[in-house]
C-alpha cells in the first residue's frame, strides 16, 4: 500500500469539497458558511487546552484497563517495551498529522475531517473507499463498546449493593443508551470540553484506585503470581499478536483532524501543545495501571483489571467502595469517550439535514438533529445490548481501523505534503513505520479473526454477561 501511494503522488490539486473542487484560501469562509456540518459540530472556537482534553478522552480511555491482560501475552520486556514504543510512535505520528494539517491550513486549505485530508492528499478513491469506511466504522465501534462496557460497569455497581438482583446485562446497557439520547443533544464538539476535562480527571482516579487496589490485593493475598507465558508456540505467538494489537488499539485516536478542526485559528503549534496535555496523562496511567495489574495478578490478569479485584464466586480482594468509585469513574468517562466518537457522524447528518441558514438550535434545526442523532445512539444501544461479546469484533475493527488511522496514513500524508527528500532520516523512518505496521494490522487481523473463531461457541444474543 505504501509503495502504491508513493508512485500515485499527492495529488496537484488541493480539494477539500466532496466533489473535488479546489478550496482556495478567498473562498474558505463562504465553504464553512455553506457546510452545516462544520458550522455547527466543528465549530472552531477551541484553545489548545481544549484540545488537550479532547485528545485525553479520545485515548486515556477505559480500555487502559486492558494492559495488564495485554502483558499477560508478552511478558515483563516485551510488555514494557512495546508500550513505551506504543507511546513514542503514536505522539510522533499525531504530531505528524498536525504539521500535515498545519501546513495546508497555512496555504489556505484548512481541512475540518480525516476524509477531506485524505482525498486531498490520496486522491477520491483512497478517501471514499478506504479511509472514510474505515474511520467510521472505528467510531461506531468505540460507541458500542463504551455502550457495553458502560452497561457492564453499572451492572456490577448494581450486584456489590444487590448480588442476588434480577436485573441483567441488557437493561443496564438500555439505561446507559439513553442517557446518551440525552447527552448527544450537546450541539458541537467544542461544547464538550468541559465534559472532556470532568473525563481527564476521572481517568486519573479510577488509575488511582487501579493502581492501589493492585498493590493492595497483591500484599494482601496469598499472591503467587505466575509471569510465564502459557500455551505452544501457535498459541504464544497468536497471543503476542493480540497482546500488541490491545496496546496499539488502546493508544488509538482517529479523530485526529476532527479534534484539531476545533481549534480556534490560527492553528499553528496548538495540537502539540494539546498533545503534551494529553500524553502526560497517558504516560502516567498507562504506565502505572499496566505495571502495577501485572505485578498483582501476572498471567491471570482479565481483560478488565476490576475484574480482578472481585473474582466470580469468590469475596473481593480489596475494600467494596474502592470497586464502586472504580466503576463510577469508568461510567462517567465512558458517557464522554461515546460522545467523542459521535462527533464525526454527528458532523455528516448535521451537514445533510440542517440548513446554515437557520440558526443552529431553530425548529428547522432542532427536530432532525434530535432525530438523527437519537436514532443513531438507539441502532449503537441495540447492537450492544444484542451483542455483549462485542469486544472480539471489535478487535478486528481495530486491527482493520486504528492501526491504518494513526500508524500508517499520517507517516504516508507526511512524505507526500512535504516531500522529504527519498534518502533523509525522516523519509526512510516514516517508510519503514509505514511498512511495519501495514504488516502488523494485516497479522493483527488474521489474529482477531482466529480469537472470533476460538469464542464463536460461547456467543448468545442478549446474553447476561
Not at 122 to 141: D, E, I, M, N, Y
Request: proline content about 4%; hydrophobic content about 50%; glycine content about 8%.
Amino acid at each position: 500500500m505504501v509503495a502504491m501511494l508513493e508512485l500515485q503522488g499527492a495529488p496537484s490539486g488541493l480539494r477539500s469539497h466532496s466533489n473535488g473542487s479546489n478550496v482556495t484560501a478567498t473562498d474558505s469562509k463562504k465553504y464553512a458558511e455553506e457546510d452545516a456540518g462544520a458550522l455547527f459540530v466543528l465549530e472552531s472556537k477551541g484553545s489548545w487546552v481544549h484540545a488537550g482534553y479532547h485528545l485525553t478522552t479520545s485515548i486515556a480511555a477505559p480500555a487502559l484497563l486492558s494492559l495488564p491482560f495485554a502483558f499477560a501475552g508478552l511478558g515483563w520486556v516485551a510488555g514494557i517495551l512495546i508500550l513505551l514504543l506504543g507511546a513514542s510512535i503514536t505522539f510522533y505520528s499525531y504530531n505528524l498529522l498536525s504539521k500535515v494539517l498545519e501546513r495546508l491550513a497555512s496555504s489556505g486549505h484548512r481541512h475540518l475531517r480525516f476524509r477531506d485530508l485524505a482525498h486531498d492528499v490520496l486522491g477520491r478513491k483512497w478517501s471514499l473507499c478506504f479511509v472514510t469506511p474505515v474511520q467510521f466504522a472505528v467510531c461506531f465501534g468505540a460507541v458500542i463498546g463504551c455502550t457495553i462496557i458502560g452497561g457492564q460497569s453499572m451492572k456490577f455497581i448494581y450486584t456489590v449493593y444487590r448480588p442476588d438482583g434480577s436485573m441483567k446485562l441488557y437493561e443496564f446497557i438500555i439505561f446507559f443508551g439513553l442517557m446518551m439520547l440525552l447527552l448527544s443533544q450537546l450541539p458541537s464538539f467544542h461544547s464538550l470540553r468541559y465534559i472532556n476535562f470532568l473525563s481527564l480527571l476521572m481517568c486519573l482516579c479510577y488509575s488511582v484506585c487501579a493502581v492501589g487496589g493492585s498493590i493492595y490485593a497483591g500484599h494482601h493475598q496469598s499472591r503467587n503470581s505466575d509471569y510465564s507465558i502459557h500455551g505452544g508456540t501457535v498459541s504464544k505467538t497468536f497471543g503476542v499478536l493480540n497482546s500488541f494489537a490491545i496496546i496499539a488499539t488502546t493508544y488509538g485516536n482517529g479523530i485526529i483532524p476532527e479534534i484539531q478542526a476545533t481549534l480556534a485559528p490560527p492553528v499553528t503549534g496548538k495540537m502539540f501543545k494539546g498533545l503534551c496535555i494529553c500524553y502526560s496523562v497517558v504516560v502516567s496511567t498507562f504506565f502505572s495501571v499496566a505495571v502495577s495489574g501485572y505485578w498483582a495478578f501476572g498471567n491471570q490478569s482479565s481483560g478488565n483489571l476490576l475484574s480482578n479485584f472481585a473474582p466470580s464466586g469468590q469475596p473481593s480482594l480489596v475494600p467494596n467502595w474502592l470497586i464502586v468509585l472504580a466503576n463510577a469513574c469508568v461510567l462517567v468517562q465512558l458517557f464522554s469517550v461515546a460522545l467523542v466518537y459521535s462527533q464525526p457522524t454527528f458532523e455528516v447528518l448535521e451537514g445533510k439535514a440542517s440548513d446554515t441558514k437557520e440558526g443552529r438550535f431553530s425548529l428547522r434545526n432542532f427536530l432532525p438533529r434530535v432525530a438523527l442523532r437519537g436514532t443513531y445512539v438507539a441502532l449503537a444501544t441495540f447492537i450492544a445490548a444484542m451483542l455483549p461479546f462485542f469486544g472480539d469484533i471489535n478487535a478486528l475493527i481495530g486491527a482493520f481501523g486504528f492501526l491504518p488511522l494513526d500508524f500508517i496514513f499520517p507517516m504516508v500524508f507526511y512524505n507526500l505534503v512535504f516531500k522529504p527528500s527519498h534518502r533523509s532520516t525522516v523519509f526512510l523512518f516514516n517508510t519503514i513505520i509505514s511498512i511495519i505496521f501495514v504488516l502488523v494490522s494485516v497479522l493483527s487481523c488474521i489474529a482477531a479473526v482466529r480469537q472470533i473463531v476460538l469464542d464463536a461457541n460461547q456467543y448468545k444474543l442478549f446474553a447476561n454477561l
